[in-house]
């Protein structure tokens, strides 16, 4: 698609949807900050065309947004409207500092939680300001003083200008439920249709003001007459939080989308020249808005194209129809605030922060920026953030469990450091004296003190008649302090360790195969159980055919990173295919199930370093009329050079794609274009993949990432 057929078929109609979506959201956020309504629409132009043209992340949509009211709504208080546009653009050039020191990323490093609780706590002020406004009265000075008089104002007589607000709330929710046309935003439809039916009631209403002339209207920025102090602070509080909320936004989009991925720093600095020409020009700040730029991707947009020419539909708009907007009611702009606002507070975030067990922070932010400021809320989120995670990194979890009368088991999570002692000293201090107790310790630190816990606890329980065995399952914390080595060496979480290795971990012998079983079925069987039951009962339907060699050391899931129902597997001596006139019936059936009843769409054959078949091929070893030498001679391998072990490995690689094209099923298949045959060679000792080129019969490596 050429460009010009993509501006005019995605770029062209998804601009107008955002164009119709930004307008009256653009004037009740202006209201809300008690700023003249021209200025919202300014920064609506600004940031479509300029935070649209630089901007690093394409399809985000820029312009006002009720993330800032609080604080542009403070700001005008304190310095005018002037004051505040001259404090905007400083501000944007704060951006542009930021973002040209490559601190983007930096801003993502405050919690979510923090940052959702303050959006949550904006919308909560916006809501109940704006609620008075809709109800016919006036918003009050704080948040507080909203809530205390809520009730007296809803009691209050209501005219017409409260039906017309009530009216655009349920517009506003009712019909995304109803109609699912992208065209017709929600906003737009109830705005038009209320205002369209308070004219036609000839309603006495406030309404829209903007200056008959727009260009002559804008207001010039003027330093405030103010302590610079409180200047720096207003600046560096407005940059900051429209940095955040713009990246997090960006970060956003790009799960919306497969388009290119956001430059963050790029952003940073477009949105800091976003602000900084909009402050000029007398406009709000301007943000990065998730409403708008999902609008954006949902409508089709690809490139940037839309999001300016969203910016300028606003200006031609407001140039040669600011007639039309001044019949809106501000009561409809404050019922679609009200809508806006509550929407800020997600019961679905509340759930995932609660499951994360982060709800307090997301309470503390929202409730200090209600209660407080918004300054105030976001350092008393930072600080319940730190909070819990210095909470957690000295918590962790330990369950007693009688599994059989005189038998324990002990089950430590987490992390475990010497803060913990006297709980831990308290739980096994409970244990009955000469029970047979299995600790079993998933921790991912153990601190000096907490071993010594453990150990002195242990040591006085056995010479009391009990047993103690310690298993860990993820790191060897504690067999390593046990030698002598705790905070050394690398360890192999058990999960993709050998028996001899755990079991060495564990410091006792057992029978390996059901000392495994039992370790599966207490460990992993209840991660994986779910998915088993799920391939039970629908059956399997793996990705592809995986040939390879028996060799003990050469584990198929595990180096593909695959689980259950991925790789339907043949593994022998060899990873050899006999050719189809051989007659051998056993792969040759697990190849023709492959292809005919699971139609697998790839065979990989995987050879290995140090094969002792190939090398038995190479020199010759294998015993004619042996098992093992009738089996070796299906391989039909002639090698290129015995001097090269690896080069023979690929050449028997390559010796049983041969094979397998020998296979009607195979050959049939492939013709057809559904399956695709692949040769592949791991290196035990640098456990790495490489693929084999079916022409030369050279090794490259799969994967561009580095070996450890």
Request: glycine share 10%.
């Amino acid at each position: 698609m050429s460009d010009l057929t993509q501006l005019l078929r995605r770029d062209l109609p998804a601009s107008i949807v955002v164009f119709l979506i930004a307008i009256p959201l653009s004037l009740g956020i202006a209201a809300a900050s008690g700023a003249p309504l021209l200025a919202g629409l300014v920064a609506a132009v600004v940031g479509g065309i300029v935070a649209g043209a630089l901007g690093g992340a394409p399809l985000q949509v820029s312009g006002p947004a009720a993330g800032l009211t609080v604080i542009v709504a403070g700001a005008v208080a304190d310095f005018g409207f002037a004051g505040t546009a001259a404090v905007v653009a400083v501000a944007g050039l704060i951006q542009i500092v930021l973002g040209a020191s490559r601190l983007g990323r930096a801003a993502l490093a405050l919690s979510p939680a923090v940052v959702h609780g303050m959006l949550a706590g904006i919308g909560l002020v916006i809501a109940l300001s704006q609620v008075h406004v809709m109800l016919g009265g006036t918003a009050r000075s704080s948040a507080w003083h909203n809530l205390r008089d809520l009730p007296a104002q809803i009691a209050t007589h209501h005219g017409v200008a409260a039906l017309l607000g009530a009216l655009t709330v349920a517009i506003l929710l009712i019909w995304p439920r109803l109609v699912r046309i992208s065209l017709l935003p929600a906003a737009l439809v109830a705005v038009v249709a209320v205002t369209a039916l308070a004219s036609f009631l000839g309603a006495d209403v406030t309404r829209v003001q903007l200056p008959d002339e727009p260009l002559a209207g804008l207001i010039r920025p003027a330093w405030p007459d103010a302590p610079l102090r409180e200047i720096a602070v207003a600046a560096l509080t407005i940059a900051l939080v429209a940095s955040v909320e713009s990246l997090l936004s960006a970060v956003a989009v790009d799960r919306l989308h497969e388009g290119p991925r956001a430059n963050l720093n790029r952003e940073l600095v477009a949105q800091g020249a976003a602000n900084t020409a909009s402050g000029l020009l007398g406009g709000l700040p301007v943000t990065g808005v998730i409403v708008r730029s999902s609008t954006n991707v949902a409508a089709g947009a690809r490139t940037r194209a839309s999001a300016i020419l969203h910016g300028l539909w606003i200006a031609v708009f407001v140039l040669l129809w600011a007639g039309l907007l001044e019949t809106i009611p501000m009561a409809v702009l404050a019922g679609v605030l009200i809508v806006v606002g509550l929407r800020l507070v997600s019961l679905a975030q509340m759930r995932t922060y609660a499951r994360h067990r982060e709800l307090p922070t997301y309470l503390i932010t929202a409730l200090g920026v209600v209660f407080t400021d918004l300054l105030t809320g976001v350092a008393l989120g930072m600080v319940s953030a730190a909070l819990l995670i210095l909470w957690r990194l000295t918590r962790c979890e330990i369950r007693r469990v009688e599994r059989a009368p005189g038998q324990w088991q002990v089950t430590i999570n987490g992390t475990l450091a010497f803060v913990e002692s006297a709980r831990l000293t308290r739980e096994l201090g409970a244990l009955p004296a000469g029970a047979d107790v299995d600790v079993e310790l998933h921790l991912d630190y153990l601190d000096h003190g907490a071993f010594e816990t453990i150990r002195d606890w242990r040591e006085g329980y056995e010479r009391s008649g009990g047993s103690v065995r310690i298993r860990e399952v993820h790191d060897s914390w504690f067999h390593q302090a046990t030698s002598g080595r705790l905070g050394g060496g690398k360890r192999t979480p058990r999960v993709v360790g050998s028996w001899s290795r755990w079991q060495n971990m564990d410091q006792q012998r057992r029978d390996a195969m059901a000392a495994g079983i039992a370790e599966f079925e207490r460990t992993v069987a209840p991660l994986v159980r779910p998915h088993l039951a799920d391939l039970a009962r629908d059956g399997q339907n793996p990705q592809q055919l995986f040939i390879t060699c028996a060799d003990s050391r050469l584990v198929p899931n595990l180096i593909t990173a695959s689980g259950p129902g991925d790789l339907f597997c043949v593994r022998n001596v060899g990873n050899i295919v006999p050719p189809h006139s051989a007659g051998d019936s056993s792969v040759g059936a697990a190849v023709e199930y492959a292809v005919d009843v699971l139609g697998v769409t790839t065979i990989t054959v995987c050879g290995h370093s140090g094969c002792g078949a190939v090398r038995a091929l190479m020199t010759g070893a294998a015993r004619p009329g042996s098992a093992l030498g009738d089996w070796l001679a299906f391989s039909g391998v002639r090698f290129t050079d015995t001097s090269d072990e690896e080069r023979c490995c690929t050449d028997n690689v390559l010796s049983q794609l041969t094979n397998l094209r020998t296979y009607p099923a195979v050959r049939a298949a492939e013709s057809a274009g559904r399956l695709h045959l692949t040769g592949m060679y791991f290196d035990l000792a640098q456990a790495r993949m490489y693929s084999v080129d079916p022409v030369h019969g050279a090794s490259h490596p799969i994967s561009t990432q580095p070996a450890a």
